[in-house]
């Protein structure tokens, strides 16, 4: 499994019911799972605990084989830097990089950046012609490309997306899905993907929905 | 800052004595006589007026060398020397008042042992009272050294004297007597430098016996022997193209005394001199008559230095070699210079004082 | 890892050019007017160390006399003849070449006192031309610009050795240039050897001088007070300056938070990024700390020669016009700079460690901060006035005046928040319209982030109605006490008493009256000062300047009974009416009166003539004041320069002289003035910085008002309206503040800097004037946010509500 998630626990502050109460899922290798639930059903908050960008309540969270909870800020940077790429529906490029420095980002952060492999996948994402640009002169479906690709320049083990397409419009939002799960599949890695959109959701090897704090 | 500033205001020239033979001639004393008086060959002396400076030339000096032996026979020379040196010419009718004085005195004084040289200097501007010479009743100064004549009226000023000087490591207090008469150099005291003409007024009192006390290394020593005195002025004493001299006062056993010096130049120099009976009767020798020829040199602050002369005066059957007493008798004063005691042996024995400039 | 973290971290400024730019900027102009006071200061210090060292050499021992300022020739005789290397000097005041200098004359011959550097200038000077008329006069380049050149006088050397002001020359050319023939003033005591006796015993009526540190030098005690008033100006701006940095820094992070968390959402460590920021503001620090050194440099160059001009006329003490480069303050000002920066980032660092990886952390969240410890703030405001307070109690002289000074400034710099926070509630409270309301609750809402640069522009508007209120109240006095002061029409100095007396008779049938003016330079209360003997004349009686005076004063003075003294003698000896106060040996009046005396330095005395003539029989007589009927001054000068034969400078009409007196006393505070001008630009520089910071912010606040029917413009007029409001504000509360500023510089500051207490007058003119450059500089420090607003596509107001980011 690439991840594995038990009896996952979260509470916010001044709210005494927990958001997630106990959600436990798994993924395996190379498998893209989406996760989907109402507004406020906590598929997102999920998402932040499994990246590690948030502290967990309870329960526990397995990455590779690494168990999250216990580690340092400084490890779990580490894991974000290695072994997950995030994709963020408002994309978060660096606006004062380039689309060629963006791709490239975080693969030089985790030190393995391949050029090839990183031109093959602008080449794949329809960005070559927009290297020199910044990410201001971009539209949004060019942005989200950016953002993926640059989750993939890092051939991470496993992906996880926050509503990639929901600053989309629909035929823009059709587009990048397919581009990204093609690339995903033809990576090998793994793809936990949360999304509102049952219609989204369909087109993954599996489906979870997420309601009352766990996965029904 | 002290050093480098005596050495500025010295170093520019215009004192007696400065350091290596320039174009100039030796310490700028070639250069023109322009405004002061020259010695002229009439010139009477008149005493007790001429031992007091003359204001009006360019140059002066009072200038005292001694041998001397302690109790035990160890041989001593010392040196008192006061120069006088006009900036520009003061007649004695129109004396320069306080420090606007043109007058500059310098003074030396050593203290030659065998294994040592002590040497001190003094400088200070005339028209203070720091230093200065007048004439009744005679007194020479600078500071806290002094030739005080203790003479009574019936006799000459310089007859009798009392001479100190102090140095940081020495000091000495000397009575001087002398047993004969003043002498006077070249024709009747006007002494010629140069084949050109350049000269000075020039006499001595060479006979004097020496009687006091040295002190150094905490050592207070009594000590007797013979004293030179040399009386000396002029406004141009040296050709422009004469680099230096060596100047030799030495007093036979026989009793009598020989001066001589020779100016050198390009060429073959210039020799003068006299020759002194014992009674004073004084007798020039002219520049053929006398050679002097260095011996031995030895290596003196860096310059090689002729410590052994050969003398010979053969009108006088006279040849002696002269050898110093300390080879390192160097005067490491403002204006530097060899000046100290030496033996005579040959054909005369008996003892005297060399100075030697310009090397 | 950390070159991509840096490529993206530095891409930023790529990106905001002008924001770099800011940032550089700022920290360089904090850094630049505080450097530059340094420099100026450090200049004038080693300047007055190089004059200190000229005349009296580090360790080198000198004999004065016991009694009067003459070392007898006898005693100096006594001690050579003894043995002792004793190296004579004179040195007094005079004007030569037209300049007011200190001339040493020193015995050539012996001196230690000798610049080394003399043989550059003059490569072919000897003995002849140093110790024989007409001698050679070694002075600084500085001072020989000034001089005129005299072909009978000495010929002049320059030397960079030679401090400014001071004229080294041989003893024999100083005793005519004083005119005090055959005087010594002090013995250097040479090390070169001892004499037979001790020099006590020969010399009797000398004794060593007390070796002085350079700073209890005459001079160092006059000037202090001036390079401690410029030091504070300098930290002032640099303060000011800083605001800048805090600002742009703020901005800068505040811009950059999305690409930060961007960063640590892709695995950047915390720890890491922080290094890389404080590394980043190093390096910019040092950056902007070279160009700052760079422009302080510049400024002080530009600078100094009023600088000089204003030490030499408020304290006769003489600073070179040029500068030199000097290591320790390049290092200083370096220093500065850093300190300053991680001063100004401290609190945009401390956010960023604190800064959530996901909740979008909005400014109104340090607003809200900001207001609760706004009470806090408020009170430690009132603390730090009482504590400047407490300061005059603690402390002495003019450190209290500046712990008064500094403890106002940065109290009322902090009460300046809370107060504007209570003010604008009163304001919302009060407003009736929703719109009304909508401002005035926005501008309270922008306070915390506006508060530091409010803070500078309060700063600076108080300190310069302080300084300026002060140097025109000074200006005011003066020229009011200039009048009264130069009561004669003519005033005529001489060559000689003969002349004087010639003169005297000349003048007899064809004027109204005259007084002579003769003085001593003599010492009271243990520093140099003079006596002054007047007649008994109208001009003294009528018109003398006197703040306090014993009923029949001018009486008890010409009936010999008293004296009258100036006001610095007065305050720096304590003296009262009454008092007696000591005027030479075994010689002491009680004061009768006290006069003002501004722009002079020394302590000074008038008694009736004939007791100074009494004391001193000799005393020159060489000026006169002289009174002429109305419109015939014009002929009685040419009458004097034709039948009397009086050279033209010899002669000084009041007019001219009062004239004079005020060109030094305008080139006396420019210097001020230009610290003053320099420093309000910084504090507006600060006031735009700030506005373009919170501009980022400010949107979401702005897009709910547009969408409900406010146009861009109109949103646009009312950012600026906010500005020149907060700024008119700003300058309501810097007027009392900025009086009360004066009111400490005009009675303590002065009193212990000067030696005089002014009396303080309003311009509220200046005021205005003041007041509309501030609402000019908020107004010019919106309008680039304002443009901004008025043009921007409404798209980016869409957007706010699309993205909570």
Same mark, same amino acid.
């Given at each position: 499994m690439v991840l594995t998630v038990e009896n996952l626990v979260?509470?916010?502050?001044?709210?005494?019911?927990?958001?997630?109460?106990?959600?436990?899922?798994?993924?395996?290798?190379?498998?893209?799972?989406?996760?989907?639930?109402?507004?406020?059903?906590?598929?997102?908050?999920?998402?932040?605990?499994?990246?590690?960008?948030?502290?967990?309540?309870?329960?526990?969270?397995?990455?590779?084989?690494?168990?999250?909870?216990?580690?340092?800020?400084?490890?779990?940077?580490?894991?974000?830097?290695?072994?997950?790429?995030?994709?963020?529906?408002?994309?978060?490029?660096?606006?004062?990089?380039?689309?060629?420095?963006?791709?490239?980002?975080?693969?030089?952060?985790?030190?393995?950046?391949?050029?090839q492999w990183r031109a093959e996948i602008a080449g794949r994402l329809g960005l070559a012609d927009l290297g020199a640009r910044y990410p201001e002169a971009l539209s949004g479906g060019q942005a989200q490309r950016v953002a993926i690709g640059r989750a993939l320049a890092l051939r991470p083990p496993l992906l996880l997306a926050d509503e990639p397409t929901g600053n989309l419009d629909e035929t823009t939002a059709g587009a990048v899905l397919d581009l990204m799960l093609d690339l995903v599949r033809d990576t090998g890695a793994a793809l936990l993907l949360v999304t509102h959109s049952d219609k989204v959701a369909a087109r993954l090897d599996r489906h979870l929905h997420l309601s009352g704090g766990v996965v029904a | 800052m002290t050093v480098d500033r005596r050495r500025f205001v010295l170093g520019l020239g215009a004192l007696p004595l400065a350091g290596a033979a320039q174009a100039q001639g030796f310490a700028g004393l070639g250069t023109d006589a322009e405004g002061f008086a020259l010695p002229a060959r009439d010139h009477r002396f008149v005493f007790p007026r001429d031992h007091a400076a003359h204001p009006d030339f360019r140059i002066e000096w009072w200038y005292v060398t001694g041998n001397l032996t302690d109790a035990q026979g160890v041989g001593y020379g010392i040196q008192w020397t006061l120069f006088r040196s006009a900036l520009a010419p003061e007649t004695t009718a129109q004396p320069g008042d306080g420090w606007t004085s043109p007058q500059i005195w310098l003074a030396h004084a050593a203290l030659t042992r065998g294994d040592h040289h002590h040497v001190a200097e003094r400088l200070a501007r005339g028209g203070i009272g720091a230093a200065g010479v007048r004439s009744a009743p005679f007194a020479a100064w600078i500071d806290d050294w002094a030739m005080l004549s203790q003479a009574g009226p019936e006799q000459d000023a310089l007859d009798l004297l009392h001479l100190t000087a102090r140095g940081s490591d020495f000091s000495y207090d000397l009575g001087l007597r002398a047993e004969g008469p003043l002498i006077f150099h070249g024709d009747a005291g006007y002494s010629v430098k140069s084949p050109a003409g350049q000269a000075s007024h020039y006499y001595s009192q060479p006979f004097y016996q020496v009687t006091g006390e040295i002190r150094f290394d905490g050592q207070v020593v009594e000590v007797i022997g013979h004293a030179w005195l040399d009386r000396e002025w002029s406004s141009q004493p040296l050709a422009g193209d004469q680099s230096g001299w060596d100047w030799f006062s030495l007093s036979f056993d026989s009793g009598d005394k020989l001066m001589a010096f020779q100016l050198r130049d390009d060429g073959d120099g210039f020799r003068s001199g006299s020759w002194i009976a014992p009674d004073g009767h004084t007798t020039p020798i002219g520049d053929?008559?006398?050679?002097?020829?260095?011996?031995?040199?030895?290596?003196?602050?860096?310059?090689?230095?002729?410590?052994?002369?050969?003398?010979?005066?053969?009108?006088?059957?006279?040849?002696?070699?002269?050898?110093?007493?300390?080879?390192?008798?160097?005067?490491?004063?403002?204006v530097p210079y060899w000046e100290g005691p030496v033996r005579l042996k040959g054909s005369h024995a008996g003892q005297g004082y060399l100075e030697m400039t310009g090397y | 890892m950390i070159r991509a973290v840096a490529q993206a971290l530095l891409s930023h400024w790529r990106r905001h050019p002008g924001q770099f730019a800011t940032l550089v900027l700022g920290l360089a102009l904090a850094t630049a007017l505080w450097s530059a006071v340094q420099a100026i200061n450090a200049e004038a210090r080693a300047s007055y160390a190089q004059a200190a060292a000229l005349l009296t050499p580090q360790d080198q021992p000198v004999l004065v006399p016991r009694q009067g300022d003459v070392v007898a020739r006898g005693s100096y005789l006594a001690l050579r003849r003894d043995g002792w290397p004793v190296s004579a000097v004179l040195d007094g005041d005079t004007r030569f070449g037209g300049v007011s200098v200190t001339v040493m004359g020193v015995d %050539?011959?012996?001196?230690?006192? &000798?610049?080394?550097?003399?043989?550059?200038?003059?490569?072919?000077?000897?003995?002849?031309?140093?110790?024989?008329?007409?001698?050679?006069?070694?002075?600084?380049?500085?001072?020989?610009?000034? %001089?005129?050149?005299?072909?009978?006088?000495?010929?002049?050397?320059?030397?960079?050795?030679?401090?400014?002001?001071?004229?080294?020359?041989?003893?024999?050319?100083?005793?005519?240039?004083?005119?005090?023939?055959?005087?010594?003033?002090?013995?250097?005591?040479?090390?070169?050897?001892?004499?037979?006796?001790?020099?006590?015993?020969?010399?009797?009526?000398?004794?060593?001088?007390?070796?002085?540190?350079?700073?209890?030098?005459d001079t160092a005690r006059l000037t202090d007070s001036f390079h401690l008033n410029l030091t504070a100006f300098g930290l002032l701006s640099f303060a000011v300056g800083l605001f800048i940095v805090q600002g742009t820094v703020g901005l800068a992070q505040e811009q950059r938070r999305p690409m930060l968390r961007t960063l640590r959402a892709l695995g950047v460590p915390l720890r890491l990024l922080m290094l890389c920021l404080v590394v980043e503001l190093a390096a910019l620090a040092l950056l902007a700390g070279v160009l700052g050194l760079g422009l302080g440099y510049g400024i002080a160059a530009a600078?100094?020669?009023?600088?000089? /001009?204003?030490?030499?006329?408020?304290y006769g003490a003489d600073a070179p016009g040029s500068l030199t480069l000097r290591a320790p303050w390049v290092l200083a000002g370096l220093g500065m700079t850093l300190a300053g920066t991680a001063l100004a980032s401290l609190q945009s660092l401390w956010r960023l460690a604190q800064l959530p990886l996901l909740a979008s952390a909005s400014p109104q969240g340090w607003a809200r901060a900001a207001a609760r410890s706004a009470r806090w703030q408020a009170l430690g405001g009132l603390a730090l006035v009482l504590a400047g307070m407490l300061g005059t109690v603690l402390f002495d002289g003019l450190l209290a005046g500046f712990a008064l000074l500094a403890g106002l400034l940065m109290g009322a710099a902090l009460i300046l928040p809370p107060v504007l926070g209570q003010v604008l509630r009163i304001g919302a409270r009060r407003a009736r319209t929703p719109l009304a309301q909508w401002v005035w609750a926005d501008l309270r809402a922008q306070l915390p982030g506006l508060s530091l640069a409010l803070m500078a522009l309060l700063l600076a508007l108080a300190a310069n109605i302080g300084v300026g209120t002060m140097v025109s109240s000074f200006r005011l006095t003066f020229t009011g006490w200039l009048d009264q002061r130069l009561a004669s029409d003519l005033y005529i100095t001489t060559d000689s008493d003969a002349q004087t007396q010639a003169l005297r008779d000349w003048l007899t049938p064809r004027v109204d009256g005259m007084v002579p003016i003769r003085r001593v330079e003599t010492r009271l209360d243990g520093a140099p000062g003079r006596i002054y003997g007047v007649i008994d004349d109208p001009i003294y009686r009528e018109h003398w300047p006197l703040l306090a005076a014993a009923p029949m004063g001018w009486d008890?003075?010409?009936?010999?009974?008293?004296?009258?003294?100036?006001?610095?003698?007065?305050?720096?000896?304590?003296?009262?009416?009454?008092?007696?106060?000591?005027?030479?040996?075994?010689?002491?009046?009680?004061?009768?009166?006290?006069?003002?005396?501004?722009?002079?330095?020394?302590?000074?005395?008038?008694?009736?003539?004939?007791?100074?003539?009494?004391?001193?029989?000799?005393?020159?007589?060489?000026?006169?004041?002289?009174?002429?009927?109305?419109?015939?001054?014009?002929?009685? &000068?040419?009458?004097?320069?034709?039948?009397?034969?009086?050279?033209?400078?010899? %002669?000084?009409?009041?007019?001219?002289?009062?004239?004079?007196?005020?060109?030094?006393?305008?080139?006396?505070?420019?210097?001020?003035?230009?610290?003053?001008?320099?420093?309000?630009?910084?504090?507006?520089? /600060?006031?735009?910085?700030?506005?373009?910071?919170?501009?980022? &912010?400010?949107?979401?606040?702005?897009?709910?008002?547009?969408? %409900?029917?406010?146009?861009?413009?109109?949103l646009a007029r009312l950012e600026l309206l906010r500005s020149v409001a907060l700024a008119a504000l700003a300058f309501v509360l810097a007027l009392p503040l900025g009086l009360g500023l004066a009111w400490v510089l005009l009675t303590v500051i002065n009193v212990q800097a000067f030696g005089w207490r002014l009396p303080m007058y309003l311009f509220p003119l200046d005021w205005l004037r003041l007041g509309g450059l501030a609402l000019l500089a908020a107004a010019l420090a919106a309008v680039i946010p304002a443009r901004r607003l008025s043009r921007l596509p409404p798209a980016h107001l869409l957007r706010i509500f699309a993205d909570d980011r």
């Open positions: 979260k509470r916010y502050p001044g709210s005494d019911r927990p958001v997630l109460r106990g959600l436990s899922l798994s993924v395996g290798a190379g498998e893209t799972v989406a996760l989907t639930g109402e507004s406020g059903s906590g598929k997102s908050t999920a998402l932040h605990l499994i990246a590690g960008l948030d502290h967990l309540d309870g329960g526990e969270i397995t990455l590779g084989g690494t168990p999250l909870s216990g580690l340092s800020d400084a490890a779990r940077a580490d894991l974000r830097r290695n072994r997950v790429a995030l994709i963020f529906q408002q994309f978060n490029l660096i606006p004062s990089l380039t689309v060629d420095q963006n791709l490239s980002f975080h693969a030089r952060l985790a030190g393995r950046d391949d050029p | 053929r008559d006398i050679r002097m020829t260095p011996l031995d040199h030895s290596r003196v602050d860096g310059r090689r230095v002729p410590t052994r002369w050969q003398i010979d005066l053969p009108a006088r059957e006279l040849s002696v070699t002269v050898t110093a007493l300390n080879p390192q008798s160097w005067m490491a004063t403002s | %050539m011959l012996s001196s230690p006192v &000798m610049p080394d550097d003399l043989g550059d200038s003059a490569p072919d000077l000897g003995p002849v031309d140093l110790l024989t008329a007409p001698g050679i006069a070694i002075v600084s380049p500085d001072t020989a610009a000034r %001089m005129q050149s005299d072909p009978d006088g000495p010929r002049l050397i320059l030397s960079e050795q030679v401090p400014p002001g001071i004229v080294l020359t041989d003893i024999a050319v100083a005793e005519a240039l004083l005119d005090r023939r055959g005087e010594i003033s002090r013995l250097f005591l040479l090390p070169d050897r001892q004499g037979r006796r001790d020099w006590a015993q020969v010399a009797p009526d000398l004794q060593l001088a007390p070796s002085r540190a350079v700073s209890d030098t600078l100094l020669p009023d600088v000089a /001009a204003t030490l030499r006329g408020l008890q003075i010409f009936d010999q009974r008293g004296v009258l003294v100036n006001e610095q003698l007065a305050r720096r000896a304590g003296l009262g009416l009454g008092d007696p106060v000591e005027l030479g040996a075994g010689w002491s009046l009680p004061v009768v009166g006290i006069y003002s005396d501004y722009g002079n330095p020394e302590g000074q005395a008038i008694v009736a003539l004939d007791a100074l003539l009494a004391r001193h029989p000799d005393l020159p007589d060489r000026q006169l004041g002289v009174r002429v009927p109305d419109g015939t001054l014009p002929a009685l &000068m040419d009458d004097l320069r034709d039948d009397f034969g009086l050279e033209r400078d010899a %002669m000084v009409d009041q007019a001219t002289l009062k004239a004079v007196s005020l060109r030094v006393f305008e080139k006396t505070f420019v210097v001020t003035g230009a610290l003053n001008v320099l420093t309000l630009g910084v504090a507006g520089f /600060a006031l735009l910085t700030a506005f373009l910071t919170l501009w980022t &912010m400010r949107l979401p606040q702005l897009a709910p008002v547009w969408a %409900m029917g406010l146009t861009r413009a109109h």
